[in-house]
């Protein structure tokens, strides 16, 4: 089994001022992903539908007082709607290309506490999973357990690495826009590396580096979680969704450039 993350930037134009769809990419996403040839997960980002609305209220920061909370109730339900919104789009994209996608709303069973997962009940996908549909999540705003926040912000990345320990998955798919990892940020330094392969090893050598954050660029978060993987034995894989034919590879078991981290 594998599970597959598909960047919010990948699938929504993330720097719009209001919800909005990247229409090209999804065509094109939606097409590869059905050339799939095993059980397979979908996780897919909020982009310019989640982040908007999430900023806006605050969501996931400290309650000042009761006004706060009605605002932060309303911020919930618009991220929700919204978010939900994105993963309709994309499911119905994906039956188009005959993929039996459901899309399985995580705030309707997934709670967190101190915005990590808490509680989560995998026993619906794993039996959907078992009998051939590919189920499709996605970062969401969610209940939280502590009562200085009470709701917080859900990752795609987070809801990937409790599922692939839970569920066991094989390897785990993470697609976004640059090849992988580097030995600095690609975007500004044009003699980055890419980096073969992640282990706990490699990150030391780089986390030693006094430019930390350049060399982890906007990675650092993904990567703990993905080391944190490898611990339990399940490899990942850092793969560009942006270049043609990419996704095809990796759903279809196939080698990609990219960064794997094991
Ligand atoms: C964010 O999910 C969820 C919300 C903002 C509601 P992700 O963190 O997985 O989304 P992307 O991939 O950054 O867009």
Redesign the pocket.
């Given at each position: 089994m594998i599970i597959l993350k598909l960047?919010?930037?990948a699938l929504t134009i993330?720097d719009a001022d209001k919800p909005t769809i990247d229409d090209v990419n999804l065509e094109r996403i939606a097409e590869e992903v059905s050339c799939y040839n095993q059980d397979m997960i979908i996780v897919h980002?909020?982009?310019s539908f989640?982040?908007i609305h999430?900023k806006e209220y605050a969501i996931g920061e400290t309650i000042t007082d009761d006004k706060d909370k009605s605002n932060k109730i309303k911020g919930m339900s618009l991220?929700q709607a919204s978010?939900q919104l994105l993963n309709y789009k994309v499911i119905s994209k994906l039956h188009e290309k005959n993929v039996p996608a459901i899309g399985m709303k995580p705030s309707s069973f997934i709670v967190n506490k101190n915005k990590r997962i808490d509680e989560c009940d995998t026993n619906l996908i794993r039996q959907y999973l078992d009998d051939g549909f590919v189920p499709v999540l996605y970062?969401?705003?969610v209940l939280d357990k502590n009562d200085e926040i009470k709701y917080s912000?859900?990752?795609?990345?987070q809801i990937i690495t409790y599922l692939a320990k839970d569920l066991k998955a094989d390897r785990v798919i993470l697609s976004s826009d640059v090849d992988g990892i580097y030995t600095d940020n690609p975007k500004t330094n044009p003699d980055a590396k890419l980096i073969d392969i992640v282990t706990k090893d490699t990150l030391l050598t780089t986390t030693t580096n006094d430019n930390q954050a350049d060399v982890t660029g906007g990675m650092a978060g993904k990567i703990n979680e993905l080391l944190e993987l490898a611990d339990y034995g399940i490899e990942s894989q850092i793969i560009n969704a942006q270049k043609e034919g990419n996704i095809k590879l990796a759903v279809s078991g196939k080698a990609v450039k990219g960064t794997i981290i094991k």
């Open positions: 960047g919010g930037s993330k980002g909020a982009g989640g982040h999430a991220t978010v970062g969401d705003a912000i859900l990752s795609g990345d």
